[in-house]
Every structure is written in structure tokens, then in C-alpha cells.
């Protein structure tokens, strides 16, 4: 995502195209998000008429954003040059908070 | 005096109910098509929940592709629901309004990676999302689409 060169991320177990020469198991990040007033607000305004939720869409993605990165960094850490196999889960610790969790396999490709 | 706060406390869910009747009646409208729309323009380049796929040339790249979105129930719907409860049975208000979640995510997934050629092992996922005031059961829900967009090598 940032650095020098940008880590591969796929969902399936392999980088088309390349060779994965070496394991380094399991990488994990995760963030828990609290939903702030202002949008629970504007939330349930746009609640009245149902569809889309902007802000709740922009807060999720941000959260996921922040989970992949600390996964990333894990991964670059262990010299890893992909993560493989990623997954997203997403879980409620508590009455609007959701923790957001991606995982997945780091290796190094060639 | 009393007549008026009755009146009060009758007519918000009312005018409630009908905001959602007509209101989100037109915004799904809109919503389903953009999304028949859109849907078409992709079609090319499809989403493949298989981890495979004969591809007619190379993979050169291969990259995660991540959408979402978040949406709730208008009140016309919810009332409707409330009326299901009682016998049972398909509540079409709700499965409308998750396809709709559904289709756009995996359409913001694919507009995500505009040049990629296909989506292997796309992943739906949904999840609710819990509100602060405690209201339980259905309300807000997010999907979530993502999947594996790989770029074909055509060559020179």
C-alpha cells in the first residue's frame, strides 16, 4: 500500500503468475470503530426514508482501510512480499462499535 | 389540549410511514436502475466466486478489490414487516432492500479496479450493524464484496 514496493494482496491461494517460494503463516490487523454522533445523526435523519447511509459506508471503509494496513505492516515486518488468501470479517464487540478484522497468509512470491 | 397531543403522537408515524411509502418507493426505483444499468456495463468482466478460471491469455497482476455499502429500512418497510411478523412468511420489503446492498457492493467492487478483466473468488459478506439507542433486530446492514481482480496479458 505504501513503502518502496507495494504488497501483493489476493483472496485466492496463489499471485497468478508468480512463484511463492517461501511461508511466513498467519498475518492479522483489526481496528474497532465507534460510530460518532454527528453521523449517528445525520444517520437518522436518512433513516426516514431508508437507502443508502453515507457516512456509515465512509466509516467502514476507512476502518477497513486501517485494518488492511496493520495486516500489511505485519506482513512487511516478517519480509513478506504478499498476503495471500486475505479475509474480512467484521463483528460487533458492543452497542455501535463494530470491530473490522482482515487476515490472511503472508509469503514471498517470485 | 389532549386531543392535540394525541394527534401529535399519531401523526409523526403516520406522516413517517408515508415519507418511506413514497419517498424510498422512488429512491429503490432509482437505485434498481443504476444498478440494471450498470450491471450491463460490467458484464464483460465478470465476478467469479471460483478460485480459478480458464483465462483466454495470462494473468500479468493480480490485486484485492474491496466494496461496500451501507443501508436501512425506510419506515414504510419496517411497518410492513411488523405486519409479517404476525404470519409469517417471506418479508419481500427486507430481501429488496439486501439485493439492492448486495448488487451495489459487488458493482462498487468491480468500479474499484476499472481495468481489471476478471474477479476471482468474490466473497459477499453481510453484517448488522448495532445501533447506540439499543433498538434491536433489523435496521442497518453492511455488505461487503470483495474478490481477487486480476489483468489479463494481451501482449503487444
Redesign the interface.
Known sequence: MHGKAPL??????S???QHIVQHYGLVQGSTIRA?HFGR?FA?GL?????????G??EL??ES?AEATSRMVAQASELGANAVIN???????V?????EILAYGTAVLIE | MGSVELWITLGIPVI?IL??RF??AS??RN?YRSIIEREAQFRARPAVST??LDAPC???????A?G????????F?RFLSGFRMIFGGEIRSYSS?IDRARR?AVLRMKESQPGADAF??T?I?T??????T?NEGM??I?A?A???A?HY?RGP
Open positions: 501483493i494482496l489476493t483472496n485466492i491461494d499471485v497468478p503468475g460510530k449517528d444517520a436518512k433513516n426516514i426514508v431508508g437507502g443508502e447511509l453515507k456509515y459506508t467502514l471503509q477497513r486475505v479475509r474480512f470479517t467484521t463483528s460487533s458492543a452497542q455501535g462499535a463494530s | 413517517l415519507v418511506g419517498v424510498g429512491v429503490e437505485h478460485k480459478h495470462p494473468i500479468q497482476s493480480a490485486s484485492l474491496v461496500s455499502v451501507v443501508v436501512s429500512v425506510d419506515h418497510k432492500l451495489e476471482l473468488n466473497r459478506e453484517s448488522t450493524i448495532s445501533s447506540t439499543g435496521g442497518t453492511e461487503l470483495y474478490g481477487t486480476v496479458d
